[in-house]
């Protein structure tokens, strides 16, 4: 019986000793899959961090790309407009130009003096086709450069002619050859003058 008491102290002691090993080597693994998991999630973490940074260089590449194709965008809307109300400014230029000489003409054809009345009809008919004419170019903008007993100034007026004159003082424009024109402010052609030195 002591035998059978000793066999089984022995054999309870082998029982022991496998559990406290598995025990053991139980508590070992999970430990192991632990680091091995935090070594492989820190490495995530780094990849994800790394993935932030790019996302977040990008989204403000982008976001600058939108910000100044909206401003490239805002000023294409506003040349474009500036350029359409230039344009209807002065869409009547190469008309007024063309007509500028016909107007000269009624001008020079109405200062001669006539002596019948036939030709008195006929002047009177012409000098209501040239107010008309010169109505309908006023509602397009244009008018008649001021010039006379003004001082020269180039952008306005053509100086052909400089003449002694003890009326005026110098630089003054004395005499309007032929009358220049402005198309809403811009010189369409300038008043040819005589000027006094």
């Known amino acids: 019986m002591a035998n059978q008491n000793n066999a089984e102290d022995i054999k309870e002691e082998i029982i022991e000793e496998v559990t406290n090993e598995e025990t053991n080597a139980a508590e070992e693994e999970p430990v192991e899959i632990v680091e091995e998991d935090a070594e492989t999630l820190q490495a995530k973490l780094a990849e994800q961090q790394v993935q932030i940074e790019n996302l977040a260089k990008e989204k403000e590449e982008l976001n600058s790309r939108f ?14 407009n500036e350029e359409k109300i230039q344009a209807r400014k002065f869409r009547s230029q190469d008309l007024v130009t063309e007509v500028l000489p016909v107007i000269d003409n009624f001008q ?11 030709a008195e009809n006929l002047k009177q008919g012409m000098e209501m086709v040239l107010r008309q004419l010169q109505e309908a ?50 010189v369409v052609r300038p008043a040819m003058v005589k000027v006094s030195s």
């Open 67 to 80: 910000l100044r194709a909206q401003a490239d965008f805002e000023n294409f809307k506003r040349r474009s």
């Open 137 to 186: 170019l006023k509602k397009e903008g244009v008018e008649e450069i001021e010039a006379a007993n003004q001082p020269f100034d180039p952008n306005l007026h053509q100086a052909v002619m400089q003449v002694e004159s003890s009326e005026h003082e110098s630089n003054i424009i004395v005499e309007v050859l032929q009358a220049g024109y402005t198309l809403n402010g811009r």
């Open 108 to 118: 020079r054809a109405l200062s001669v003096k006539v002596e019948s009345a036939d």
